[in-house]
């Protein structure tokens, strides 16, 4: 399975991955984003690019 890590020192919760994650691998969730489905991720890596502050990790 993918390994989709978020680096909370430097998300600042924009929210991008979210919408931007083509699978629905990120949720926000009481004020914060989280890997709620990273079973469901196509390696695709647009959420790397697009995160403004480099926050996202994905691992095959
Ligand atoms: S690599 Fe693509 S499919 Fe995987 S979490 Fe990021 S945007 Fe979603």
Do not use: H, N, Q, W
Request: with cysteine; proline share 7%; charged share 35%.
């Amino acid at each position: 399975m993918p390994k989709v890590t978020i680096d909370y020192d430097k998300c600042s919760t924009s929210g991008i991955c979210v919408d931007i994650c083509p699978v629905g691998v990120f949720e926000k969730k009481d004020d914060k984003v989280v890997v709620a489905r990273p079973e469901d991720c196509i390696l695709c890596r647009a959420c790397e690019g697009s995160c403004p502050k480099g926050a996202i990790k994905v691992e095959e």
